[in-house]
């Protein structure tokens, strides 16, 4: 059975950091794309991030370039999201979603094969 759990969600101030971890299993894990998404409320989901496999890639949406990075730990069968200087525009479900075939798009969500069941993260002004 697939399973995505994601965890190290919260609620931080502006400017804190926060890091998001998804735990992967039931496929092999180093074969597949893992991306990070979002929705706000009253918004549509939207793709924050991407690693490719064998981290050969990596995405990000323009508003979180150069605050969140994306690492994979095969091994491990992990992916992180470190989130550096948030801001309130931030604050969203995040997702771990995994997907065996991106084609040109990373970020549509309508590529991803597998997700998590999401996790809070507010970020207070």
């Known amino acids: 059975e697939v399973q995505l759990a994601e965890s190290g969600g919260g609620l931080v101030q502006a400017g804190e950091s926060l890091r998001l971890s998804c735990a992967a299993s039931?496929?092999?894990?180093?074969?597949?794309?893992i991306g990070w998404f979002r929705q706000a409320p009253g918004k549509g989901r939207e793709g924050v991030s991407c690693?490719?496999?064998?981290?050969?890639?990596?995405y990000y949406a323009d508003s979180v370039k150069g605050r969140f990075t994306i690492s994979r730990d095969d091994d491990e069968s992990m992916v992180y999201l470190q989130m550096n200087n948030l801001k309130p525009e931030d604050t969203a479900v995040y997702y771990c979603?995994?997907?065996?075939?991106?084609?040109?798009?990373?970020?549509?969500?309508?590529?991803?094969?597998?997700w998590g069941h999401g996790i809070q993260v507010t970020v207070s002004s």
């Open positions: 039931g496929f092999t894990f180093d074969e597949i794309h």
């Open positions: 979603a995994a997907s065996w075939a991106l084609g040109s798009t990373w970020d549509n969500a309508a590529k991803y094969n597998y």
């Open positions: 690693a490719s496999s064998s981290e050969l890639s990596k």
